[in-house]
């Protein structure tokens, strides 16, 4: 199970962290990924990290102001949100790459994403 938090209202330009939190399970050995979804919109990529953090991308809109990190140790991933715009505003998905055992690509498709959370929030105002 992957939780997501880390929901709010922020204004343009505010920061925002979102947590990842897995139970019943360790998703430590898997690549995870961030997606988010607006009103009307299909599913978009955001942000993916491999297994051990050694590799990491961003879809072009989001490079230079999201950061995706992961603590193993607290079975969590982390979607860190800076200078946020309004066109951020969506519900952003956590998931993880289930068969990205021990593997150092890193994946951008919904489809290869295999668990998924049940979504937070994310509200900017301008």
């Known amino acids: 199970q992957l939780q997501a938090s880390g929901r709010g209202l922020v204004q343009a330009g505010g920061s925002l962290r979102l947590s990842c939190a897995a139970s019943?399970?360790?998703?430590?050995?898997?690549?995870m990924g961030w997606f988010r979804q607006a009103p009307g919109k299909e599913r978009e990529f955001v942000a993916t990290i491999s297994w051990n953090g050694a590799n990491t991308y961003y879809t072009d809109s989001v490079k230079g102001r999201f950061t995706i990190s992961r603590d193993n140790a607290k079975n969590t991933v982390y979607l860190r949100m800076n200078n946020l715009k309004p066109e951020d505003s969506a519900v952003y998905y956590c998931?993880?790459?289930?068969?990205?055992?021990?593997?150092?690509?890193?994946?951008?498709?919904?489809?290869?994403?295999?668990?998924w959370g049940q979504g937070t929030q994310v509200t900017v105002s301008s």
């Open positions: 998931a993880a790459d289930l068969k990205s055992w021990y593997s150092s690509v890193v994946k951008t498709r919904a489809a290869d994403f295999g668990s």
């Open positions: 019943g399970r360790t998703f430590n050995n898997y690549g």
